[in-house]
C-alpha cells in the first residue's frame, strides 16, 4: 500500500511519467484526450515499470495556454471529465502500486478565476490585493517590464484606472504573493487536493513568486520577476505546507544556478524535493535553432550532478511538454532516430537523480514539422510568428524555427497504432504522420524497439542501489562526440557510454576496471573495450569492479 508518511522520500527510489491530458487518449471520441482515457491506459503505464505520473493541469480553465491559466483550482475541465472521474483516477493509480503528482500553477490565475473577477471591480474589494496593481505613468504603462509571451507585462483596467501586471498572457494575471491572504488560499487547495490522495505536486513557474517591488524600469528583465531577493520567505512558507500533507514538490526553477539551487534543494532545510533546471536545453533561447554542442551538455550536466552531490536531489529529464521532442533536438530524426532515442535515454536515464519521461518519449516520438501556422495550436508559437513577421522575417524562416522549437511539437497526440490511435474523430491537434511506424502496438511488438530499450533501462535503475546512491563522475573526453561517465559506489560501478553524434568515435576503456560485463547496448557491434569503435549514436553500458 501507499503511504508516504512512512516513505517520505519514495520519490529518491522511482521513476516518473508526464502525462498530457489532452494528448494522452481520447475515451470519448471527441477529439481531445480525457481522464477516462487515462485510466483506460493505466496497464500500459505501468508495464513500463514507472513509479509515479505527473499529470499537466486538467482544471477548470478558459485554455488560452493549455490549462495553465485556472479559473478554479478545485474544479476540473468538463472536456477532460469530472471530480468523480480524478478521484476514481488517483484510486486506479494508487491501486497499480503508481503515484500521482498534480501540476500546480500558483504564480498566476485565469483571469476568469473568481478571485481575478473581484479583483477587477474596485480597489475596495477584499480580492484587489489578490493580484498586482500599478497606477498609468504618464497616461502609459507602470515602467518597462515585459511579458515572456512578448508586449508589454502590464494590461489596463477601466473600472479602476490601474494596470495590472502579467508574466504571461494578458489572461494570466499574476497573483500577489506579498499578501499573505494569498497564500493561505492556495494552502487550502493544496490541502485540500492532499485529503484527495494526490502524493505531490510539480510548482509550474515557482522562481516568479517574487516581483522586483521598486517596481522600476529595469535593463535586466530577469532582475524584476525571477528569483528576486526575497522569494525564500514565499518558499518557505509553502515548504511547511507539502511537508505538513508529506507531499513529493519538484519545482520548475529556470534561471536559478545550481549555487542557488543548493538552498532550494538540500535535503535537511530546502523548499522542494527537486527541481527542474534548464541549463542543458537553452531554455529561455526558446527560437534559437542551433547544433547542439556535447561539450556543452557534458558541461551544463556534470555542473548540476556535481553542484547538488551529498546536498540535494536532481529531477533528470530531456523532454517535456514545452520543449521540442529529444531525438529531434539532441539526436537525429532521420535514419537514426531509433539509435539515437536508445543513445539520448542512456545518456541521462542513469546518471544521479530521479529521471522523467514525457509522454511518447519512450517511443522515440519526433517534432512534428507543421508547415502551415494554423497547423499550430500553441499561443506563444502564433505570437512568435507574427512578431517575426512583423520585423520583416520570411514564412519559412519563421515556419523553419517553429518546426524546430515549438511547444506544440511535444503536444501532438500519442502514438498507440498503425491507424493513430489516439480518438476515432479529428484530434484537437494534427498527429505527427509518423503514427504508421513509431506507434506502441509497433514497439510493444519488437525486443528492439525503443521502448523494449527504455523498459529495460527503467528495470536497471529501480533494481541496483548503485544507481541510486552511487557517485556521478564525468570522463572528460574533451570532444563533441562521446559522454562518457560512471557511477561508482565502493569498487563497484557502472561506466555509460554513449556517441552522441552522426559519425563513427573511437574509445579506449582504461585497464583501471576489471571483470567488465556488457549490461545492455543498443549496437550488435562487438567491442573490444581497449580499442572501442563506436558507431553513430551507439551506447554501451558496463557493470565493473575497481582494482
Known sequence: MINNQQNPTWWRNAVGYQIYPKSFYDSNNDG?????????????????????????????????????????????????????????????????????????????????????????????????????????????????????????????????????????????????????????????????????????????????????????????????????????????????????????????????????????????????????????????????????????????????????????????????????????????????????????????????????IYQGQELGMSNVDFDNIDQYRDLDSKRFYQEELAKGATKDETLFKLQKKSRDNARTPMQWTSTGGFSNHQPWIEMNPNHRTVNVANEQADPQSVLSFYKRLIALRLSDPILLTGKYHLIDTHDHQLYVYVRESGHQGYLIITNLSDTPASYQITSDYRNLELILTNSSAEQNPATMKLQPWSAYLYKYERK
Request: proline share 5%; no cysteine.
Open 32 to 356: 481531445i484526450g480525457d481522464l477516462p482515457g487515462i485510466i483506460e491506459k493505466i496497464p500500459y503505464i505501468k508495464s513500463l515499470g514507472v513509479n509515479f505520473v505527473w499529470l499537466s493541469p486538467f482544471f477548470a480553465s478558459p485554455n488560452v495556454d493549455n490549462g495553465y491559466d485556472v479559473s478554479d483550482y478545485e474544479d476540473i475541465d468538463p472536456q477532460y471529465g469530472t471530480l468523480d472521474d480524478t478521484f476514481n483516477m488517483i484510486q486506479q493509480f494508487h491501486q497499480n502500486d503508481i503515484r500521482v503528482v498534480f501540476d500546480l500553477v500558483i504564480n498566476h490565475t485565469s483571469d476568469q478565476h473568481h478571485w481575478f473577477q473581484e479583483a477587477k471591480k474596485s480597489v475596495d474589494n477584499p480580492y484587489h490585493d489578490f493580484y498586482i496593481w500599478r497606477k498609468p505613468v504618464a497616461e502609459k504603462e507602470p515602467n518597462n517590464w515585459v511579458s515572456l509571451f512578448g508586449g508589454s507585462a502590464w494590461t489596463y483596467n477601466p473600472a479602476t484606472d490601474e494596470y495590472y501586471y502579467h508574466l504571461f498572457a494578458k489572461q494570466q494575471p499574476d497573483l500577489n504573493w506579498e499578501n499573505p491572504k494569498v497564500h493561505e488560499a492556495v494552502k487550502q487547495i493544496i490541502d485540500w487536493w492532499a485529503k484527495h490522495g494526490v502524493d505531490g505536486f510539480r510548482l509550474d513557474a515557482i522562481s516568479h513568486l517574487k516581483k522586483n517591488q521598486s517596481f522600476a524600469d529595469v535593463q535586466d528583465q530577469e532582475a524584476a520577476m525571477n528569483n528576486v531577493p526575497g522569494i525564500d520567505k514565499f518558499l518557505s512558507e509553502l515548504s511547511a505546507d507539502f511537508k505538513h500533507d508529506h507531499l513529493m514538490t519538484v519545482g520548475e526553477a529556470g534561471g536559478v544556478p545550481v549555487t542557488r539551487a543548493q538552498e532550494w534543494v538540500n535535503s535537511k532545510t530546502g523548499y522542494f524535493d527537486m527541481i527542474f533546471q534548464f541549463d542543458h536545453v537553452s531554455f529561455w533561447e526558446k527560437f534559437t535553432v542551433g547544433q547542439i554542442d556535447v561539450a556543452m551538455l557534458r558541461k551544463a550536466l556534470t555542473n548540476w550532478q556535481n553542484g547538488l552531490e551529498g546536498i540535494g536531489w536532481n529531477a533528470l529529464f530531456l523532454e517535456n511538454h514545452d520543449l521540442p521532442r529529444a531525438v529531434s533536438y539532441f539526436g537525429n530524426d532521420g535514419n537514426l532516430r531509433q539509435q539515437s532515442a536508445m543513445a539520448l535515454a542512456m545518456m541521462y536515464f542513469l546518471m544521479k537523480g530521479t529521471p522523467f
